[in-house]
């Protein structure tokens, strides 16, 4: 792997690029947001109820209803509630089992820069084989630090950018987890504050969907695939 020799890109370019991807494969962005969302919610909503605390809230739900300070404080009471660590914990591996769809936007922009045509199924490429346990290895991980380092925002969003290009380092490259973060890390340091603006960029498009009746975040939320491929594409350098 080669960063040194790469030229400094420009912003416009990033940016551009990021957009084209994004552009060619809006029905693979709606296809992930209702997989993702729909998944989500089914498996959280699940699992609230298999531990038990459906049943614990349900409780006071007439108490609560239209009183926010009242809800406020019995969502305090059920955050103590011993089942609650376990409950979190699974909400992690739910997440690490669905972000895996990440890894299948990655091949499809590498497809649209070889001038192939997407297909559904390179959305499940992060499922395909042993690597899946790679990827979910990668992500468990991933959500359990950031929920430690979140107590404190700015811990949060360094972990963020820290494992920026991890996953496109893993996928592409085949790195392992760690060395997938020290590679990305590296990434970083050649041109920090441009990394910065495109991905600010990729978070106000991505939360632009909202203002569009809401049905347009299912477009937009996963831009930031886009961004991080960009990115990754002018600051890294594939060896064979």
Known sequence: MEQNN????GLSNILSDAFRYWNRTLFFQLLYSLLFF??????????????????EYSKYLEVTQNNIPA????????AELPQMGSFI???????????????????????????????INDLFAGYLGFNFFKY??????????????????????VWIFITLFSLPLMFF????????????????RKDFPTIVVAMFVALLFGLSGILVFGFGFLFTFPFWNAMI???????FKELS
Do not use: T
């Open 89 to 119: 914990l699974a909400v992690f591996v739910l997440l690490a089992l669905l972000n895996p769809l990440n890894v299948g936007f990655y091949k499809m922009y590498r497809k649209i820069d070889l001038g192939e045509k997407p297909e």
């Open 38 to 55: 729909s998944l989500f919610f089914l498996g959280y909503f699940y699992l609230f109820q298999r531990f038990g605390l459906w049943e």
């Open 173 to 188: 490259m085949d790195l392992k987890i760690f060395d997938g973060i020290r590679f990305s890390i590296k990434g970083l």
């Open 6 to 9: 790469l030229p400094k890109p």
């Open 71 to 78: 809800l406020n404080e019995k969502m305090k009471e059920l």
């Open 229 to 235: 491929y960009s990115l990754y594409k002018h600051y």
């Open 136 to 157: 979910f290895g990668f992500y468990l991980f991933w959500f359990i630090v950031f929920s430690y380092g979140n107590s404190l925002l700015i811990l949060g969003l």
